[in-house]
């Protein structure tokens, strides 16, 4: 067998006098030299914008999801179980394809918030105390889908599809 002084291993000169410290520099070197080449890019409001616009898209297309679906979604007939089963199969996907990939920000985390609070509520009605009809709190809604909401999906979606990068 062959005595190297240096090899390059996944893009490591890798040699017998060096220290991993030195291996360490070097990477954080290399990264460096990448953010400046797309440091632009990582802050422009355009990306945020165009992660904002394809939100608004998703929710649209969730409100044509659920418009296609309202009959069963509003029938007396059909469980709450089953509703929220026809919701999370049919119409949380629609709105989130795509989610893995998003960065999303304040705004974009409460328009998807509420676009899932009002299928809910539509989903729901109100509920009777007394005389009175009256519309159900984020609480109960919370409640209602054992705290995991949108977000919370589409958090788990990303880390899924990290695991899979």
């Known amino acids: 067998m062959k005595d190297l002084s240096s090899f390059k291993?996944?893009?490591?000169?890798?040699?017998?006098?060096?220290?991993?410290?030195?291996y360490v520099k070097d990477r954080i070197q290399v990264g460096n030299r990448a953010y400046a080449a797309n440091h632009h890019m990582?802050?422009?409001k355009i990306i945020k914008k165009r992660i904002s616009e394809c939100v608004k898209?998703?929710?649209q297309v969730g409100n044509r999801a659920y418009a296609a679906n309202h009959h069963m979604l509003n029938s007396k007939i059909?469980?709450?179980s089953a509703k929220m089963q026809i919701y999370k199969m049919l119409i949380r996907p629609v709105v989130t394809y795509g989610s893995e990939?998003?960065?999303?920000?304040?705004?974009?985390?409460?328009m998807l918030r509420i676009f899932e609070r009002k299928i809910l509520h539509k989903m729901y009605g109100p509920i009777p105390e007394g005389d009175i009809w009256r519309i159900r709190n984020n609480e109960e809604m919370n409640?209602?889908?054992?705290?995991?909401d949108v977000l919370k999906?589409?958090?788990?979606?990303?880390?899924?599809?990290?695991?899979?990068?």
């Open 101 to 110: 990939t998003w960065t999303l920000i304040k705004s974009d985390e409460n």
């Open 143 to 148: 409640r209602s889908i054992n705290g995991k």
């Open 78 to 80: 059909i469980e709450r």
């Open 57 to 59: 898209d998703r929710i």
């Open 153 to 165: 999906f589409i958090k788990a979606q990303t880390i899924r599809w990290l695991g899979h990068v």
């Open 9 to 22: 291993y996944l893009g490591n000169v890798i040699q017998k006098e060096r220290r991993i410290s030195e």
């Open 42 to 44: 990582l802050k422009s």
